[in-house]
């Protein structure tokens, strides 16, 4: 088997996880290479917590993730939550760090999101798909041997238009250890995402083990809209009883911006 190399750029860390984290652990199972990268350090995500404290609270978390999903570095960019801008220094970033990990798939959020961090690593990613084979941008970082596809990954927004699936992954098979590396971003699906969602008394402590699974599961659920939409994809690429069958599924959507895949084979292109 010949080894494939995953790289996710996501905002924040935890993106990488909810929105990549099943497939991760498929990959990473069948011995490919998955990269994580948080492009801002996270330190606006709490209600309490002093910046530096957060930033490193959620290095942490990020290390403790990387290590339940064995992938193979989880990178935190130093730069602010809620203030990354697609500069060209950000851009330059990106490049290199696509450039050293060379890997054959790169997966993003969409530029049609909420968050302005999201947005602004879809567009630093975007805007990197094209200068990563232009040798004399960052001339000390070498142009890769092979050129990668991009992707995005799935979210709900519906303007301009919904996130096409063009490639699904199962992921029922792997949602315990989906769900064991979430649970690590504690400050987040613990704290500041039940806060930020007007719940200003949860508390982690009254939970069991089971309720806390129960709690992560809910950032998993978009992930159900996700299997309904790639439905006909896990049909074709898991037969028709078993891809009717998923409940819930990463989604991916091919990039025009980037070196194009035929349809079926960009399909099967993140499954292990
Ligand atoms: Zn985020």
């Known amino acids: 088997m010949e080894q494939k190399r995953f790289i996710f750029f996501g905002a924040h860390p935890d993106d ?5 984290g099943g497939t991760a652990c498929h990959l990473v ?3 490919h290479a998955v990269k994580f990268v948080s492009v801002t350090n996270g330190d606006s995500g709490h209600y309490s ?4 404290e957060l930033a490193a609270a959620r290095a942490l978390e990020a290390q403790n993730s990387a290590k339940v999903l064995g992938i193979d570095e989880y990178e935190i960019f130093p730069l602010h939550d809620g203030e ?3 500069t060209v220094e950000n851009r330059k970033r990106i490049i290199r760090c696509i450039r050293e990990f060379q890997p054959d798939v790169v997966i993003t959020h969409r530029t049609c999101d909420y968050h302005p961090d999201h947005r602004a690593t879809a567009q630093l990613v975007l805007d990197s798909a094209y200068m990563i084979s232009v040798p004399r941008c960052c001339p000390e ?12 990954s799935f979210d709900r927004f519906v303007n301009p238009r919904p996130q096409r699936a063009d490639a699904a992954v199962e992921i029922d098979s792997v949602i315990d250890q989906k769900v064991a590396a979430m ?4 400050t987040q699906f613990y704290e500041w995402l039940p806060w930020g969602d007007g719940d200003r008394d949860f508390d982690v402590n009254k939970l069991n083990e089971e309720e806390r699974k129960l709690h992560v599961m809910k950032w998993n659920q978009r992930f159900r809209i996700a299997a309904n939409n790639g439905r006909e994809v896990l049909k074709s690429v898991y037969g028709e009883e078993m ?3 998923v409940v819930y599924a990463e989604t991916f959507e091919q990039s025009d911006y980037s070196r194009q895949l035929p349809p079926e084979e960009f399909a099967r292109l993140f499954l292990p």
């Open 16 to 20: 990488p996880d909810i929105l990549f």
């Open 29 to 31: 199972r069948a011995g």
């Open 49 to 52: 917590m002093e910046q530096k």
């Open 84 to 86: 990354l801008e697609p």
């Open 141 to 152: 970082t070498p142009i890769c041997d092979k050129i990668p596809v991009f992707a995005y």
């Open 183 to 186: 649970s690590n971003h504690r």
């Open 243 to 245: 891809g009717s069958k």
